[in-house]
């Protein structure tokens, strides 16, 4: 099965302050998403990582808060800028991949964010 | 409404027991349904896909209810490993998937 790895896995900030979380797929990914799951929330599409293009994000979310760079078809970056308490969260990287002739979607192990 | 709805729970269930929990979506068009399972401070994995006819893979059982808007899963002899939350997953398509999660439904499997 494909494998998604996320770094990094936790951080502590500053407020202010921006951290960069990548991710990584063990095969070629058309699309990629970022999540967040907030402390007793479900998970939030933030936006969809094209390759070739920029990214897709959903309401609520904006480019200069989370900018996303997706360089090839096996890596993307979401930064998290100018943070506030209010961010942390659990960011989760995904991809959709086939399995047993079903479109699946894996995520990575998620990178945990706390803000002070 | 919301767009999808979980039981939050927590479910206490011994082991050896079944137990249900259902899932409500609000959309009617909604196409294809999952059953994600999350362990604690770790990613969700699917669990299952749930088909119209409903669908069985070991303890698990999955069903689907397009008239009431509603899916299930059934466990079956519950088990210690059972414990985690569960993520009820909606799948839209218009020109593109969008997939929209519950909060999910946390089970306590206790000896």
């Known amino acids: 099965s494909a494998v998604i790895s996320q770094k990094p896995s936790r951080d502590i900030c500053q407020r202010g302050t921006s951290l960069t979380i990548q991710c990584q797929v063990d095969s070629q990914v058309t699309m990629m998403f970022w999540y967040r799951q907030q402390p007793g929330q479900s998970l939030t599409l933030i936006a969809t990582a094209n390759q070739g293009s920029e990214a897709t994000y959903e309401s609520g979310f904006v480019i200069d808060k989370f900018p996303i760079s997706r360089p090839n078809l096996t890596f993307s970056t979401l930064t998290v800028s100018n943070m506030s308490p209010e961010d942390s969260s659990i960011y989760l990287c995904?991809?959709?991949?086939?399995?047993?002739?079903?479109?699946?979607?894996?995520f990575g192990a998620g990178s945990r964010l706390t803000v002070l | 409404r919301k767009e999808v709805e979980q039981d939050p729970g927590p479910f206490n269930v011994p082991e050896g027991a079944t137990v249900a929990f259902n899932c409500t979506y609000s959309n009617s068009a909604s196409q294809s349904f999952f059953w994600y399972r999350q362990d604690c401070r770790k990613e969700p994995k699917l669990l299952m896909s749930v088909y119209s006819s409903g669908n069985e893979d070991g303890r698990f059982t999955a069903q689907l209810n397009r008239a009431s808007q509603y899916i299930s899963l059934l466990i079956r002899d519950s088990k210690l490993s059972d414990s985690a939350t569960y993520l009820c997953?909606?799948?839209?398509?218009?020109?593109?998937?969008?997939?929209?999660f519950g909060k999910g439904t946390m089970l306590l499997v206790s000896p």
């Open positions: 995904s991809a959709r991949f086939t399995s047993s002739g079903a479109n699946v979607l894996t």
């Open positions: 997953v909606v799948n839209n398509y218009s020109g593109y998937s969008t997939l929209t």
